[in-house]
């Protein structure tokens, strides 16, 4: 039999069982403790650390916030016409964060760029998600000639997860019926209407108004970062949006564009809209807009962008581009009070509609490739030898360092002879014993020489530049040139290191005071010369717009004439200009003497520049620049325009007549009037009388257009 257990045995075992159960239990309960506390801070973070981003998450699961795209504002001629609008158009977008990336099976996205396949093909099934490479393939055949590699590559561009991505703009009203046939099977896809810009006019305002263009993914962070601290704030602009590129748009970009709006939406588990979230001025649904309060996220209504009134005609416009035709060149008319730009054309032109959509690489490569240079902003940025128009300045800088009078005379036998080489004029044969009025009328090139080279090209450069040449004039778009006026120290500087050029030579300072040589200027900059001489020596800067209208038709900012300096001329120095000037169109002899117009006196001079390539060879592109610039009328001036046609050969007959033309258009109503009182007055002389009235001065009969004598060999005024 076993033997029984002895007494301390059994109390060794009593008093062990309890302290092994006590560490047991304890250790139970220290586990117990930091689960609980774990739990306890998880919730916590979950709650209120963390508990409104978590609601927010929470809510966009069934809640998405909606934009509401702003117009732009219009844009508007002098006489209110709009040349610029807005038109609805759709855009397909996705939410990078709705969307899945590429499948991680390279035959799966093998398969997707092999090519579009057939939607009926396609076993669809409703999903709340999908990844990009299945949405491509289904999207595909609904959009016209959009491979799945395109729609992928757009994707994966995307700046940011969380903001909307454009996948195709401006959608046909076929691809439209289509995507909304399919979009139970588009998961993450929708469709936002946006506005989009039109150009009724097409070319005709093409360089003045510009073009818009999608912002560029490195261009939006740029962008982002230069609003971030302003009231528009870092959202301003995002992925799909466009803005102004190039002319007035980009000038005017942050008044023409908008503030967008936002709305809610309830969606489904497959991303399809339930319902939205309305204003309460607007009827809805009475829970939508609880739910906008709730979330405090009311309807925030768009703001449209600001309104241009610009300073520009139409119909000058109109009839300025049409007149200038398949040639190639520009027209600028301006007030000379004012500065206010009344035409601004350029020929061969672009339709801005094209960059609306992403311009295809053929139609990159025809426009910049083009001879005639189309994307050319040619009033502004196109820089030409000035011609025989410098010769006013000339004129000013003689006169003005009291070198010379205006009775001073020069004997022009058809050539002058600086240095060792012959210097012509025009005229080969010569002008005789010619002043300075006769020099301007017939555009001797022999007096200019010995003017210039009397006052010296320094004195004629800074008299150029109180005329505001050989800087930019101020207008605000385009990249305008600033052209140049040469001078001995900007030769120097030219040339430095290239040992016997730098020197600016007599030979130099012949060609350049004839507007040849080094000396550029642009149409913008010439139209403005004749103003100041036109008005007697005020420099204003060149106005484009005159008003900008906020969206409730408030005046925000009104363009005013803006005086940049004077011309230290004395008036006397300026009518005699001016005289040389009218006799160039009005008095026989005139080198435009054939485009005066009979009840409307004008000033103005013609001019012929030599192309750099003069002499190469036979074609157009060889021929010389035609010039014209003038002002009107005579005896009060009002307007002063420059007209340049490239390889136009002669000022007289190329130029000459489309300044005519605007003239006559923009003085139509004067003209009608004087012809009316003409008219009456050979009525009444055809009536019998009582007794004898004082003699009519006889009327000048002399037919007007065509024509002319500006640089033609062989032939003097005299001879006309």
């Known amino acids: 039999m076993p033997w029984p257990p002895r007494a301390d045995t059994i109390s060794l075992r009593l008093e062990q069982r309890p302290r092994d159960l006590r560490a047991r239990l304890s250790g139970f309960a220290a586990i117990m403790l930091i689960a609980f506390i774990v739990f306890g801070a998880r919730l916590w973070t979950l709650q209120i650390v963390r508990g409104e981003e978590y609601a927010e998450l929470a809510l966009h699961n069934h809640l998405k916030e909606r934009e509401i795209p702003a117009p732009r504002g219009d844009i508007f001629d002098a006489h209110g016409a709009r040349i610029a609008e807005v038109r609805a158009s759709f855009d397909l977008v996705v939410s990078p964060r709705d969307i899945d990336g590429a499948p991680e ?54 700046p940011s997860r969380w903001r909307p991505v454009v996948l195709r703009t401006d959608l046909s009203q076929a691809e439209l019926e289509r995507l909304m046939a399919h979009r139970p099977e588009l998961p993450g896809v929708r469709v936002v209407s946006r506005h989009k810009r039109n150009y009724p006019d097409g070319e005709l305002f093409a360089h003045l108004l510009g073009y818009m263009r999608e912002v560029r993914a490195d261009e939006l962070e740029e962008l982002r970062e230069r609003y971030r601290d302003t009231s528009y704030g870092e959202d301003w602009y995002e992925s799909g949006d466009s803005m102004g590129k190039y002319g007035v748009e980009a000038a005017y970009e942050s008044y023409l564009r908008g503030i967008d709006g936002t709305y809610w939406v309830q969606v489904d588990v497959h991303g399809r809209e339930l319902g939205r979230s309305t204003g309460p001025e607007l009827p809805g649904d009475e829970y939508f807009r609880s739910i906008a309060h709730f979330l405090d996220q009311a309807v925030v209504p768009e703001v449209p962008g600001h309104e241009l009134h610009l300073t520009v005609r139409r119909d000058l416009q109109e009839l300025a581009f049409g007149l200038l035709g398949e040639q190639s ?61 410098w010769k006013m300045l000339v004129a000013a800088a003689v006169l003005g360092t009291d070198t010379w009078n205006k009775d001073t005379t020069v004997s022009c036998g058809g050539y002058l002879k600086v240095g060792r080489r012959r210097f012509h004029c025009w005229n080969r044969r010569g002008h005789g014993k010619v002043n300075l009025a006769k020099a301007l009328k017939g555009s001797c090139d022999v ?154 006196p004008y000033a103005g001079k013609t001019g012929t520049a030599q192309v750099v390539r003069l002499g190469a060879g036979k074609g157009k592109q060889f021929r010389d620049h035609a010039w014209f ?92």
């Open 105 to 158: 099976h390279p035959e799966r996205v093998a398969g997707a760029l092999a090519g579009p396949t057939e939607a009926a093909s396609l076993p669809w099934d409703l999903e709340s998600r999908t990844n990009i490479v299945t949405l491509a393939e289904r999207l595909s055949p609904l959009l016209d000639g959009m491979p799945p590699e395109e729609l992928i590559q757009r994707f994966e561009e995307a």
């Open 329 to 389: 060149g520009a027209v600028v008319m301006m007030e000379v009070d004012t500065g206010r730009v009344l035409t601004l054309a350029n020929a061969p032109a672009f339709d801005p509609a094209i960059f609306s959509s992403r311009i295809s690489p053929e139609q990159w490569t025809e426009l910049s490739e083009d001879p005639a240079h189309p994307m050319v902003d040619k009033a502004l940025q196109g820089i030409y030898p000035p011609g025989s128009t």
């Open 447 to 600: 007096y200019f020489y010995r003017a210039g080279l009397a006052a010296g090209i320094d004195e004629v450069a800074r008299y150029a530049r109180m005329f505001g040449m050989g800087a930019r004039t101020g207008i605000g778009i385009n990249s305008e040139s600033g052209a140049l006026v040469p001078t001995k120290e900007w030769k120097k500087r030219r040339f430095k290191g290239q040992r016997g050029m730098e020197a600016f030579t007599a030979g130099d300072t012949a060609s350049a005071v004839i507007g040849q040589g080094f000396t550029l200027a642009t149409p913008m900059q010439l139209a403005r010369m004749t103003a100041v001489l036109a008005n007697g020596g005020t420099v204003h800067r060149p106005l484009l717009v005159d008003r900008v209208v906020g969206p409730d038709g408030q005046v925000v900012e009104r363009g005013e004439p803006e005086v940049l300096g004077h011309v230290d001329l004395a008036p006397e120095h300026f009518d005699s200009i001016r005289q040389g000037m009218y006799d160039v169109v009005q008095e026989v002899g005139g080198t435009a003497r054939r485009q005066r117009i009979r009840h409307l």
């Open 629 to 720: 610039v003038a002002y009107a009328p005579y005896d009060n001036p009002e307007v002063a325009i420059s007209v340049l046609v490239e390889h136009g050969e002669h000022g007289s007959t190329a130029a000459a007549p489309i300044a005519r033309q605007m003239f006559e258009l923009y003085f139509r109503d004067r003209i009608e009037g004087a012809k009316a009182e003409e008219l009456a007055r050979k009525e009444a002389k055809k009536r019998p009388k009582k007794q004898t009235a004082e003699p009519t001065p006889a009327v000048d009969d002399e037919p007007v257009g065509g024509g002319g004598l500006d640089s033609v060999p062989g032939l003097s005024p005299e001879e006309l």
